[in-house]
């Protein structure tokens, strides 16, 4: 970063080997806030083929489990000792508010624990088999070479879901942050270094994802694919990772239905609206499980879109690392004309704009890529700007009579990855979230998570899950030890 090599390879930090250097935009006023080495496709070779041998070296997938803990610990407390510089790398790199960011380095910690006291608990499964000489056992082993692809909307979040789990399991990996945020992603190898990491186990390059990312999917040497990112990026890569039946997991994002029933009455009417707001609002909307898509009760509707707009029109919108804000920028101007297209469209297809459709006008904020928060109403579920991921502060409202036509709506959709419930009668609502067809169902609550539960998508919101035990699985092969302790001939073959 400024000068200094960034690309962990094979224990060694380098330059790119063509000299390749990208600028690292601050979102907040546009200005360049560092300076990155950007790999060749060359260096993610290299990169893939030190992951490799210190594999198939064997040294580090025989460390003992407790051992593999024991360093996931230091992690975590490396983590705290490192929370405020972190999080202020995080800031200006995605611009969401210091915050998040905290937040999100607390979050990151409690992966590294959980896959320390997962990995320490992890025992292998007898099978009785009804051979008494014969012991059968079924044992876990690191799947491999792993390349550990991340966003920008979470780069260290995102990251720590991949790099806690692999690690624990034994695994060696390369991971490559966004090209757009890897801020965070480099001093957090430098912390794994002085973990105590050994050389070559993790592997860090950062740079485009056409050239580089393509480099290390379309690469035999590598076992496993972890990619959080678009709906296209994860198409390519999958197709890119069948060449090589490489095993692939994809987080994909979403279209996130939360769905409001008329009962919520007016007790459950505020946090309601508030849960709608910061479900789709958090962070500028930049949020896979975001709840883009309100579906509430034709009763209810008129009172409650208008109680959301008049909080909407309060946000405070700003640079995150002032701590008046209360949401941060788009990440990039390519993004935020991204967004500004989807608002277009909607407008096109005939939606109703409540509020948001453009940027603040506030002349300190001009240089930043800000988005008003935008409320659409009156949405059909055929509109593009219902059905496609904007990841921007975009909010569509679609009204509904019955359970069923709720329910309807709310499958409605390609994607899978999370919806919100929300009723004052808990009979309706197990039915509702049982119903639903995402891999997350927050039933009067919304966007919470633990490193303890599974997170990841139905439908085209991908394949695999990360976090709890199975975060930990994908990582790892079984493999089923037969032993017979007193052979004997078979006898099949008689002459
Ligand atoms: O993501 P990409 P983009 C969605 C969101 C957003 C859209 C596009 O809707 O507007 O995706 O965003 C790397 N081989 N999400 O274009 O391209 C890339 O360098 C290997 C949802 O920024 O998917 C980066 O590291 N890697 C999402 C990562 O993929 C490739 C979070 C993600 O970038 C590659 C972000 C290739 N061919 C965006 N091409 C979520 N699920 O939360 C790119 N990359």
Sequence with gaps: MNGEPDLLIGGTWRHASDGGTRDIINPADGSVAAVVD?????????????????????SWRATPAGERAALLHRVADLLQRDKESLSRLETRDTGKTLAESRIDIDDVTSVFRYYAHLIGAESDRLVDVGAPAVVSRVVREPIGVCVLIAPWNYPLLQMSWKVAPALAAGCT?????SEVTPLSTIAFTHLLQEAGVP?????????????LGQAL????????ISFTGGLATGRTIARTAAEHVTKVALELGGKNP??????????????????VLTGVFLHS???????????????????????????????????????????????SADHRDKVENYVALG???????????????????????????????????????????????????????????????????????????????????????????????????????????????F???????????????????????????????????KG
């Design 38 to 58: 950007e790999a060749s496709p060359d260096d993610a070779r290299a990169a893939v083929a030190a992951a490799r041998a210190c594999f198939d070296d064997g």
């Design 173 to 177: 990996m390369v991971c490559k942050p």
């Design 199 to 211: 050389a070559s186990v993790v592997n860090l390059v950062q740079g485009s994802g056409a050239a």
């Design 217 to 224: 999917t379309d690469n035999p040497d590598v076992d496993f």
């Design 258 to 275: 939360h769905i409001v029933f008329a009962d919520i009455g007016s007790d459950g009417w505020d946090s309601a609206v508030d849960h």
């Design 285 to 331: 909307g930049q949020v896979c499980s975001a709840g883009t898509r309100l579906i509430v009760e034709q009763s209810i509707a008129d009172e409650f879109v208008a109680d959301l707009a008049a909080r909407a029109e309060k946000i405070r919108i700003g640079d995150g690392m002032d701590p008046a804000s209360e949401t941060g920028p788009l990440v």
């Design 347 to 457: 407008v096109s297809e005939g939606a109703t704009l409540v509020t948001g459709g453009a940027r603040p006008s506030d002349p300190a904020l001009a240089d930043g890529y800000f988005y008003l928060p935008t409320i659409f109403d009156h949405c059909e579920r055929t509109m593009r700007i219902v059905q496609e991921e904007t990841f921007g502060p975009i909010l569509t409202v679609e009204r509904f009579t019955t359970e069923s036509e709720a329910i309807g709506l709310g499958n409605d959709t390609q994607y899978g990855l999370a919806a919100g419930v929300r009723t004052s009668d808990s009979a309706r609502g197990e039915r509702v979230v049982r119903q639903l067809r995402h891999g997350t169902v927050w039933l009067n609550d919304f966007g919470y998570y633990t490193a303890a539960a599974e997170w990841g998508g």
């Design 459 to 493: 439908g085209r919101s991908g394949n695999g899950r990360e976090l709890g035990p199975t975060g930990l699985a994908e990582y790892q092969e079984l493999k089923h030890i037969w032993h017979n302790t007193a052979p004997a001939p078979a006898g099949w073959f």
